[in-house]
């Protein structure tokens, strides 16, 4: 599996970017793909993730981001989107794109078997 992720760039606060993952490669039933993010001398934080079952999607995201961030997907291309709004400079991080075959805890780092490249997003004050 392969995940590009793209979209990151500089914003000022209160700007807004999408950031999308594209998946090629094996295919799963049942997967997970989740969005995460590193800032400066921090842990790698869950952000946002969809859990996708051959019945159903259910989508998630961290407390921080909720109303601001929405996690989409469109299946005819294999991308997984993580739209930001009203950004805010501590939203500043590289953020991941991961997915993970099952289904599992979509906030966990460990849940997560692929990884993408990561893109930078940088939100001016």
């Known amino acids: 599996v392969q995940l590009q992720a793209s979209g990151g760039g500089l914003v000022q606060t209160g700007g807004s970017l999408r950031l999308s993952c594209a998946a090629s490669g094996r295919t799963f039933d049942n997967y997970h793909m989740g969005w995460f993010r590193q800032a400066p001398g921090k842990e790698r934080e869950f952000v946002g993730g969809i859990i996708i079952s051959n019945t159903a999607s259910n989508t998630y995201l961290t407390n921080s981001v909720k109303g601001r961030f929405t996690v989409s997907r469109d299946n005819a291309k294999n991308t997984v989107y993580l739209q930001m709004t009203v950004l805010k400079p501590e939203d500043t991080a590289v953020y991941y794109c991961?997915?993970?075959?099952?289904?599992?805890?979509?906030?966990?780092?460990?849940?997560?078997?692929?990884w993408g490249q990561g893109t930078l997003v940088t939100v001016s004050s």
């Open positions: 991961a997915l993970g075959g099952g289904l599992r805890q979509v906030s966990s780092i460990s849940a997560y078997d692929y």
